[in-house]
């Protein structure tokens, strides 16, 4: 009975992704969709290779299969045959609320070829909100007329005022260790025109990248970081959030939120537990993950205060993806949940709240979102 009222309060709880960008928008062949099953190589898979002999290709085949109209572990071909029956429109209409999230947070940042966040929420059945990349907003400001410091000041302002919160790829652009202090604006101007020189294109000037993240701290909203795992122009060394301690020492109270987290999902928690701003999740790493998402989602739970994790599924491209990371962490939760209820170490009801705080509870209170009751539910 208990088993039973666990996992039927996981499967009807509403989620807020609270990290993922758009799903894609016009059809592509077989071999874009593999690729998209593979997070760190950023070049064509081998020609033996295939997306599909992945943990993330079989959690497809056994998870989106079904909404499909397939039998779950459907063989590879059988399930492209079927998904290139639809259109990617089609395809996000049937996953997006099959995923039973009520509001999605849409890192806005590398928008090419997938869709807006009015298509995402049009197509969800649900709402939308957007979260600025900062290194995007140096990009636009390289780009502008006038001194770089305002044009980024100002950029940053107006975007931010009707966004969720901001972001940074700073893993993917030198990493966390080193200098993250706040530059002067000497060093700021003299870097920018070094910049521009250039064409003003993939910012890695680490002055500049400083420059963003103090500024992301004024505007105060929830400061989103990639931390580990990522495609293989993110140095995983580097991106290890205990080189961040420092620099978190400096946020005052702007909310620092770690995504993805592997494989320093542990060390994420330390964080979470030494720092009252910061919070993690699981995302991109627990689509590919697969089969051992449970595990994961298990060690999210060790240190980190339950009132700091927070749900995100980092889908993008595939439809598949967005649906994918809700069904995998209900999934990995009940797996992890249910051993601690039965083994007499936690309370059923202890149980469920902590679903309710991790599936939209902390993400409403992080990023000021309303929750009407009656929205709580699939």
């Keep these: 009975m208990t088993a039973a009222a666990l996992a039927e309060h996981i499967a009807g709880v509403r989620l807020i992704d609270q990290h993922m960008h758009g799903c894609w928008s016009a059809a592509g062949d077989r071999a874009r969709f593999e690729n998209a099953l593979n997070e760190a190589n950023t070049e064509p898979l081998a020609d033996f290779d295939s997306g599909f002999d992945t943990q993330l290709g079989f959690a497809i085949r056994a998870h989106c299969a079904p909404l499909l109209g397939l039998s779950k572990h459907a063989e590879p071909r059988d399930y492209w045959h079927r998904r290139n029956q639809f259109s990617e429109a089609e395809l996000a209409q049937i996953f997006l609320p099959a995923a039973g999230v009520s509001d999605w947070l849409v890192d806005t940042g590398y928008a090419e070829g997938v869709a807006d966040i009015g298509h995402v929420a049009d197509w969800s059945l649900g709402r939308a909100h957007e979260v ?8 636009q400001a390289a780009v502008s007329p006038g ?10 302002s107006e975007r931010a005022a009707g966004a969720a919160g901001t972001k940074s790829i700073l893993a993917y652009r030198g990493g966390f260790d080193g200098d993250l202090t706040e530059p002067s604006a000497t060093e700021v101007t003299v870097a920018a025109a070094r910049w521009r020189d250039t064409g003003g294109v993939r910012l890695t000037d680490r002055v500049l990248l400083r420059y963003g993240l103090h500024q992301a701290l004024r505007v105060g909203k929830p400061l989103q970081f990639h931390v580990g795992f990522g495609d293989r122009e993110c140095d995983l060394r580097k991106a290890n959030p205990l080189y961040l301690r420092d620099f978190l020492r400096e946020a005052g109270e702007t909310p620092v939120v770690l995504l993805h987290c592997y494989p320093y999902e542990r060390e994420a928690g330390y964080l979470a537990q030494a720092f009252n701003n910061v919070y993690l999740d699981g995302g991109l790493s627990i689509n590919h993950l697969g ?6 989602i298990a060690r999210l739970l060790e240190l980190a205060p339950f009132r700091k994790i927070v749900y995100s599924s980092d889908g993008f491209g595939p439809a598949e993806l967005h649906y994918l990371g809700a069904a995998l962490w209900r999934n990995g939760i009940h797996r992890a949940l249910s051993g601690f209820v039965d083994n007499g170490d936690w309370s059923l009801a202890d149980a469920m709240r902590v679903v309710d705080l991790i599936a939209y509870q902390n993400a409403a209170r992080l990023y000021r979102l309303a929750i009407k009751d009656e929205g709580t539910r699939v």
């Design 132 to 139: 600025v990349r900062l290194e995007q907003v140096a990009e």
């Design 147 to 156: 001194d770089y410091a305002s044009e980024f000041e100002r950029i940053l």
């Design 291 to 296: 089969a051992r998402a449970p595990a994961f």
